[in-house]
């Protein structure tokens, strides 16, 4: 058991009101953890959220703008100025919008809130992927090979890297992000048109030039890392999570614990992800994000911040992350004694998406009926109900069907008749791939890789409902 909060709390701006800078289902998810708490809730809402019922408390979430992101969940002005007229002491920002951007944490704290997250210093690190490559390799947090150093600008130079990494690889933007700003090379032909290429996208999506380049595994599972770490210097890894299931680099579906995962090598790895948020000065939850082939772990990239796949890691290591966030932010300590990164039993996550089944193009539209599952082992985090206008001006996630059970053959077995008891009408949305995949041989032997699922929709691209 933690000591009680007020015994343990120091390190930290203890605070009673947290305003939510985001929407959706972890607006909910967060709300909830709030008032569990004893915290006091506060939130914001576009105008498009606002005529949807959003998550609401009395008297609805305050207006932040209208419903172009950009305008409202990307406005910190718009967010700081609700912070102030609602007293707001302390900042979540969920995940997206700006939950990675440094500067957004900066300018929290510089208001004199607590930003519920990691110090913009972290940030800024692990949102160049080279001064991330580079941190990791000093921690002795494996990576995929390669330099972590920018590439030079002579094509002969870059050729030359490419010859000692060895064919094939892939040329990577130091500020990429969302699977885009990369190009696999395979041959020295390539190389001068794919660094052309890729500067030139990095230049105008990220407003960075550099590249750098490493090894393209061919065939790799996703393998993540939940750590936990609080203000005094104490990191812990809390599991794993398998997230190969994936199109257009988007998660469908994660389990954890990942199958098949030796635990001492699990263990190893764990541990040099903890020790890598020690040197770096590392706060609240984060994600190591990893390759995996042929039994070694590479890493790609570290996510500051709660990811969507959150649940199947508390489902399996017994921990409320949202309730971690929220207390070690308030300076509570860690007991590392607590977390041993072991993994009880098995959970996995399906997200379900507003959009058509075949075509995958987002299907905005007003929920007309709605049933979710019920029963042991089954959590749906979900701010939809019947009536609720699925918006076409964000991402298209309606809800996370989460299920937990001893094994992972009685999961899947938990999920297969969960989904078959879902119900969403009056839209689209993407259940019937989800039985699809819950229904595939392979995908139910497990450790399938991540080009699994496009190429099960290549071979057969229809989805039958
Ligand atoms: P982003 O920040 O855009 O998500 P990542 O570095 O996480 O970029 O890479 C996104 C995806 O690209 C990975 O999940 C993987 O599918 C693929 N990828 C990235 N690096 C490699 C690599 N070295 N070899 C094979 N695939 C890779």
């Known amino acids: 058991m933690r000591a009680p909060l007020h015994a343990a709390r120091q390190g930290g701006h203890s605070f009673t009101s947290v305003l939510i800078a985001n929407r959706g289902e972890i607006a909910a998810r967060i709300r909830r953890a709030c008032l569990e708490l004893g915290l006091r809730p506060i939130l914001v809402a576009s105008e498009a959220d606002r005529t949807t019922g959003a998550p609401g408390e009395k008297g609805g979430p305050l207006s932040i703008g209208p419903s172009a992101p950009a305008r409202s969940y990307l406005n910190q002005a718009a967010i700081l100025l609700a912070a102030r007229v609602t007293g707001a002491e302390a900042v979540h920002p969920g995940y997206g919008f700006l939950s990675e951007n440094a500067d957004f944490a900066e300018a929290v704290e510089k208001a004199g809130l607590v930003f519920i997250g990691p110090p913009a210093s972290a940030i800024r690190i692990m949102g160049d992927?080279?001064?991330?490559?580079?941190?990791?390799?000093?921690?002795?947090?494996?990576?995929?090979?390669?330099?972590?150093?920018?590439?030079?600008?002579?094509?002969?130079?870059?050729?030359?890297?490419?010859?000692?990494?060895?064919?094939?690889?892939?040329?990577?933007?130091?500020?990429?992000?969302?699977?885009?700003?990369?190009?696999?090379?395979?041959?020295?032909?390539?190389?001068?048109?794919?660094?052309?290429?890729?500067?030139?996208?990095?230049?105008?999506?990220?407003?960075?030039?550099?590249?750098?380049?490493?090894?393209?595994?061919?065939?790799?599972?996703?393998?993540?890392?939940?750590?936990?770490?609080?203000?005094?210097?104490?990191?812990?890894?809390?599991?794993?999570?398998?997230?190969?299931?994936?199109?257009?680099?988007?998660?469908?579906?994660?389990?954890?614990?990942?199958?098949?995962?030796?635990?001492?090598?699990?263990?190893?790895?764990?541990?040099?992800?903890?020790?890598?948020?020690?040197?770096?000065?590392?706060?609240?939850?984060?994600?190591?994000?990893?390759?995996?082939?042929?039994?070694?772990?590479?890493?790609?990239?570290?996510?500051?911040?709660?990811?969507?796949?959150?649940?199947?890691?508390?489902?399996?290591?017994?921990?409320?992350?949202?309730?971690?966030?929220?207390?070690?932010?308030?300076?509570?300590?860690?007991?590392?004694?607590?977390?041993?990164?072991?993994?009880?039993?098995?959970?996995?996550?399906?997200?379900?998406?507003?959009?058509?089944?075949?075509?995958?193009?987002?299907?905005?539209?007003?929920?007309?009926?709605?049933?979710?599952?019920?029963?042991?082992?089954?959590?749906?985090?979900?701010?939809?109900?019947a009536g609720y206008r699925v918006s076409p001006y964000y991402d298209s996630l309606i809800a996370k069907l989460i299920v937990h059970a001893p094994t992972r053959a009685a999961a899947i077995r938990r999920m297969q008749v969960a989904l078959s008891e879902t119900r969403i009408e009056g839209i689209s949305t993407n259940l019937p791939l989800h039985e699809r995949i819950f229904a595939d041989a392979d995908f139910v032997r497990g450790c399938v890789d991540i080009h699994h699922l496009e190429k099960r929709l290549r071979e057969e691209p229809r989805v039958q409902a």
């Not at 075509?359 to 009926?369: E, H, M, N, Q």
């Open 129 to 385: 992927k080279i001064a991330a490559k580079r941190a990791m390799m000093a921690a002795g947090v494996p990576c995929v090979p390669g330099p972590g150093e920018p590439l030079p600008g002579d094509a002969e130079a870059v050729r030359a890297i490419a010859e000692e990494i060895g064919y094939p690889v892939i040329v990577k933007a130091a500020g990429g992000g969302g699977g885009r700003g990369m190009r696999v090379v395979r041959e020295s032909a390539e190389v001068a048109d794919a660094i052309t290429i890729t500067r030139e996208e990095a230049r105008r999506a990220f407003g960075k030039p550099e590249l750098y380049m490493e090894k393209f595994l061919e065939h790799p599972r996703h393998v993540e890392f939940q750590v936990l770490c609080d203000n005094h210097g104490n990191a812990v890894w809390v599991g794993h999570r398998d997230c190969s299931i994936q199109r257009r680099h988007q998660k469908v579906v994660e389990e954890a614990p990942a199958p098949a995962i030796a635990p001492e090598l699990a263990q190893r790895i764990g541990e040099r992800c903890a020790e890598a948020c020690r040197q770096i000065g590392y706060r609240g939850v984060g994600t190591f994000e990893f390759l995996y082939e042929h039994g070694e772990f590479y890493f790609i990239e570290m996510n500051t911040r709660l990811q969507v796949e959150h649940p199947v890691t508390e489902m399996t290591a017994g921990v409320d992350l949202v309730h971690e966030q929220l207390l070690t932010a308030q300076g509570e300590l860690l007991s590392p004694s607590r977390f041993r990164g072991e993994a009880h039993g098995h959970a996995f996550e399906c997200r379900i998406n507003a959009e058509d089944p075949a075509t995958f193009v987002a299907a905005p539209g007003r929920i007309t009926a709605v049933r979710f599952p019920s029963g042991p082992g089954i959590r749906v985090d979900t701010h939809v109900s």
